[in-house]
């Protein structure tokens, strides 16, 4: 349980914007760090992460601040067998002790995808009851969460702010890599030595659930492998367009 | 829920007096057994291996708080403190005292229960899928048609000494969970426009010679319902054998006469049967209806369930196992287990009856139900309160999480108790649900179902694994079929070779499971699924693969 829901609520709208315009002023870590501190002026936060392509230079920055910090993986059912590993040997060896796997629940499964096959059927269906309303559940604890998105991932996403009110969720939405650029990710990784996503090496930049996702050729959009063929470029977590900005 | 009528009332409540005569001149010696025996077996009592039984008719299944209290108190009373529910929906007692009979029907009696025509060459209680009023696929309560059934079937002055006796189901969901292709007649209600329209499978059965459904009709209204089954009933009653109870099911009939011919038969008997029946034969219908309006079902929070999901394993795993979505969100059906580990399947103590009665009372709108696969079930229990009621039933060893999983399987009565049966199923099952327990949850779902006699009441021909216990030379022999399943794909599955002996049954199938686990494509390929795909002969090598080389 958060140690200070109380001040979960974004009451203070005031506190919190002048946190907000301090808090842009910081580098990456030390944005991080006061976010990850046990009180924050929005409430306690968690982080979010797919365990994917990327995922290691968050994690391994939350993993040197704050190892205790809650990090959320959502597990759809459908991830590829090689991210679960990654999932595992990354949680070992960075030493987060407070990750946790949470899925959708037994009767929501059996209600909307008894069959498993609504990937198929209806995408943005699946997205939705196996992360969107998993998310959420996860959230509930929570004043806000902390992502690994970052603005060249894909035209959609230029725009992105550090901070954010995430109204699907009704709480804080932070993302320090935000401006971080596909070159410092890299030197990053090669700088701490990160073990690598063993699909990332194989054509998979960005590594959603396995049905929805392929591989991305030359020269293509880092998302270009998720859901190829269709309109749908985002599951749902972060696509929304009320998100409002309050910092950048 | 349907309640008796005062009509209905009398008319039960007069049966139990005749009876009552009928057991005081047995018991004086008044009335020979060869006498008494078509009077008891008009009631539903019959004498087995060691005692009588009684059977009692659970209409489709349902039963009210109060009815299973009075089922407790009978088992408590005039029987061993046990019941043991049935694939039909029913409930047996194993060990009443003649004497005692009369009591026990009167007792059933002031809780509109009875056990009429659950016996003898009659229509016999309508069954229907056990989710039926709250599965998320049905396109209607299928249940008021089945009462609708009873009643036209109950004292039928035509029906009451037909060539053998009758069985028939009635499903309405796009899932068929009430085994409509192994029945007599097996009713599908389905959608036509603003109606509802019935598709009509005759001639399914499994016992000595299993056969599956055939369609005959497609669609026939409502209206045309009761004349339709009045056609096939007279048709049969006249053309069945009378000659060799062996040869005496409707099943037999349609495969003398064809198909074809057969369906002839009822269409050129179908004017007559209609005449039989004007519009004011569709109140009774109507007033049914009314008697199962759908409980309204408040709006609740589903957090407590989902706060126990995430932090309580064991009721994580029951959930998986014995819990189904229900048409209302926010709603669930469970599935209680009555097939504990090492126990008998289908038994329930007096205890455990009374406890499920209060939960149902306390968390469920009063309603329990039966299902074919002999478990109890909750249809309508608010997620909200799935923790408590799994808490209660933690309380009372009812929250085996094993439906579907190889010990949730079904097995007759066998020759512990049986007059007919030539081997034992109840130990077989017994050892089987012990000796798999840790391995189970790894083979995921499969249904063995297992049959002391020719006679199929365990509905061995539609288990993933049937088993059949014969009598070979005075030595139990147990005989093996595979790929076999229930459902609207309903498909009786191979025979293998030669029986094994209680212990060589065992061992074969330890080469049969192993055989599967390391066939299948993935863990999500089920048991059923690798036989489809492969066939049934890797596993029947399996199964002999020690003795062949012994």
């Known amino acids: 349980m958060p140690l200070n829901t109380v001040a979960a609520a974004p009451a203070d709208v005031l506190a919190v914007s002048a946190a907000s315009d301090a808090l842009d002023l910081l580098d990456t870590e030390a944005f991080l760090d006061r976010l990850l501190a046990q009180r924050t002026p929005f409430g306690e936060l968690a982080v979010v992460s797919s365990f994917g392509a990327e995922s290691a230079v968050l994690l391994h920055l939350v993993a040197t601040l704050r190892p205790e910090s809650r990090v959320v993986f959502l597990d759809t059912g459908f991830h590829f067998p090689e991210t679960l590993v990654y999932r595992d040997e990354l949680i070992k060896r960075l030493g987060l002790r407070g990750a946790k796997t949470i899925g959708i629940d037994p009767l929501s499964e059996k209600r909307y995808d008894d069959a498993g096959t609504l990937h198929q059927i209806d995408p943005d269906r699946c997205c939705a009851v196996r992360k969107v309303q998993v998310l959420k559940r996860a959230l509930k604890p929570y004043a806000g969460w902390i992502t690994g998105q970052k603005q060249f991932h894909s035209a959609d996403r230029a725009q992105l702010a550090r901070i954010e009110w995430d109204d699907i969720y009704n709480v804080w939405k932070f993302n320090p890599l935000a401006d971080w650029t596909a070159a410092r990710i890299e030197s990053y990784h090669a700088q701490h030595q990160l073990p690598r996503h063993p699909l990332a090496s194989k054509g998979y930049p960005s590594i959603g659930c396995e049905p929805c996702t392929s591989r991305v050729g030359r020269g293509e959009d880092v998302r270009a492998g998720r859901w190829r063929g269709q309109a749908k470029l985002e599951c749902g977590l972060h696509r929304n367009p009320n998100v409002i900005a309050v910092s950048s | ?550």
């Open chain 2, 1 to 550: 829920m349907y309640r008796y009528s005062a009509f209905d009332e009398d008319f039960v409540r007069e049966r139990v007096a005749q009876f009552r005569d009928q057991v005081a001149r047995r018991l004086s010696g008044a009335l020979t057994e060869e006498e008494f025996k078509p009077l008891r077996l008009m009631n539903g009592l019959y004498l087995q291996l060691h005692a009588y039984m009684l059977r009692v008719a659970i209409p489709y299944g349902t039963l009210s708080s109060r009815q299973m209290r009075v089922l407790a108190d009978i088992a408590e009373r005039w029987d061993r403190g046990y019941g043991h529910f049935t694939t039909r929906q029913n409930i047996q007692f194993n060990w009443p005292l003649l004497v005692d009979t009369p009591d026990i029907l009167a007792a059933l009696a002031t809780a509109d229960m009875h056990a009429i025509q659950t016996s003898g060459n009659t229509i016999r209680n309508v069954t229907t899928d056990h989710f039926a009023g709250a599965a998320l696929d049905e396109v209607t309560d299928p249940r008021p048609y089945a009462e609708w059934i009873r009643q036209w079937s109950t004292d039928h002055p035509e029906f009451q000494f037909l060539p053998r006796k009758f069985k028939i189901a009635i499903s309405a969901g796009s899932i068929d969970r009430a085994v409509i292709k192994a029945h007599d007649i097996g009713l599908r209600l389905v959608q036509s426009g603003e109606e509802i329209a019935f598709d009509i499978y005759v001639g399914g059965g499994l016992g000595r010679t299993p056969v599956v459904g055939k369609r005959l009709f497609r669609g026939v209204t409502t209206e045309a319902l009761l004349p339709h089954l009045e056609a096939i009933l007279s048709v049969y009653n006249l053309a069945g054998r009378r000659d060799n109870k062996y040869k005496a099911r409707i099943k037999i009939l349609l495969q003398a006469m064809g198909v074809e011919a057969f369906k002839a038969a009822v269409e050129e008997a179908l004017p007559s049967a209609t005449a039989g029946f004007t519009a004011g034969d569709l109140r009774p219908l109507h007033d049914i209806m009314d008697h199962f309006v759908v409980p309204t079902f408040p709006e609740r929070s589903i957090e407590p369930y989902l706060e126990q999901i995430d932090t309580v394993p064991a009721f994580r795993s029951w959930v998986e196992r014995n819990v189904n979505p229900h048409k209302q969100e926010c709603y669930a059906s469970v599935t209680v287990s009555l097939k504990a580990h090492g126990k008998t399947p289908g038994d329930a103590s007096a205890e455990q009856m009374r406890c499920l009665a209060d939960i149902a009372e306390q968390y469920g709108f009063s309603e329990l139900r039966v299902s074919h696969e002999q478990n109890i079930v909750l249809p309508h229990i608010a997620q909200a309160d799935l923790p408590a009621v799994y808490q209660r039933l933690c309380a009372t060893q009812l929250a085996t999480a094993n439906i579907g999983l190889v010990s949730d399987l079904i097995a007759c009565p066998g020759m512990d108790y049986c007059a007919l049966a030539t081997a034992r199923s109840i130990p077989i099952a017994q050892r089987l649900s012990l000796r798999y327990r840790a391995r189970e949850r790894t083979l995921g779902p499969m249904k063995i179902k297992i049959s002391g006699c020719i006679n199929a009441c365990g509905h061995h021909h539609i288990g993933d694994i049937g088993i059949l216990g014969l009598d070979k030379a005075g030595v139990e022999n147990y005989q093996l079929t595979l790929g076999g399943r229930g459902g609207l794909a309903a498909k009786l599955g191979d025979k293998m070779g030669p029986g094994f002996s209680e212990d060589d049954l065992v061992l074969a199938l330890d080469r049969l499971l192993d055989t599967y686990l390391a066939l299948r494509l993935s863990p999500a390929e089920t048991f059923a699924t690798s036989v489809e795909r492969l066939g049934t002969e890797p596993f029947r090598i399996a199964l002999y693969e020690v003795s062949d080389a012994a």
